[in-house]
């Protein structure tokens, strides 16, 4: 079907553009302490899934721009989302607000 209003070279753009943004990915959380794993799914926060486990995380305005709710981890390949870390935060800190992780996200808990 073909719009008037839309040539195919723009569709064509559109098309490459929607097929190279990643995917979203669940992850595991390994809380280290207590020897629990969580899983996170493509739709949920780890807030969401701490929450939901009982560990004591701090909501703040869960849109990663307060860092109310910043969490140290232990070890991971964090993929930051917030607004409000400094790169040095970074190394020791994430909002599990906005923020996911590619493996497995090891936390002190």
């Not at 909501?59 to 990663?64: A, D, E, V």
Request: aromatic letters at 6%.
């Amino acid at each position: 079907m073909k719009h008037d209003n839309v040539n195919e070279d723009n569709a064509c753009v559109l098309k490459t553009r929607t097929d190279q943004r990643p995917e979203i990915k669940g992850f595991e959380i390994w809380l280290v302490w207590s020897d629990r794993r969580l899983t996170v799914a493509p739709g949920q926060t780890v807030l969401a899934v701490l929450e939901a486990a009982g560990v004591p995380v701090e909501p703040g305005c869960l849109s990663g721009g307060c860092g109310g709710c910043a969490t140290p981890y232990v070890e991971g390949n964090l993929i930051h989302k917030d607004s409000c870390l400094s790169a040095s935060e970074r190394n020791r800190l994430f909002c599990p607000c906005v923020s996911r992780a590619e493996g497995t996200l090891v936390l002190p808990f």
